[in-house]
């Protein structure tokens, strides 16, 4: 009869350290900063903060989660022949680049 108590004992600390284990692993990712740099826009979805002259840090940006006025001022006005739209940009990395949740423009 002990022998069952120790070992559903060992089981509950085993499943709560699995338990806290995974809840380590489900925090959200950091966040970052980018720039200031030159930032242009391809199209909606497409954009990119250089950084240098000649640009020697490239950043995917990926302006869904901005502000309506910072995404539509991001994607209308700072496109590759328009004038230069100095910006940092502040949000979450990922794999292919930064998911923008805020951007600061320069000019």
């Known amino acids: ?18 338990g ?15 720039g200031p740099g030159r930032v242009f ?14 640009a020697s840090l490239k950043y995917k940006i990926d302006p869904d989660a901005l502000a309506a006025a910072d995404k539509e001022r991001l994607t209308r006005k700072c496109t590759p022949t328009a004038t230069a739209c100095i910006a940092t940009v502040t ?11 805020s951007i600061k423009f320069y000019n």
């Open 91 to 101: 949000g979450t990395a990922t794999n292919s680049g930064v998911k923008a949740a």
């Open 20 to 34: 806290v284990t995974y809840a380590d692993a489900q925090t959200s990712p950091a966040t970052t900063s980018v």
């Open 41 to 54: 826009c391809r199209s909606a979805t497409a954009c990119e903060l250089d950084i240098g002259t000649p």
């Open 1 to 18: 009869m002990q022998l069952f108590a120790r070992a559903s004992v060992v089981a509950a600390l085993l499943m709560a350290s699995l």
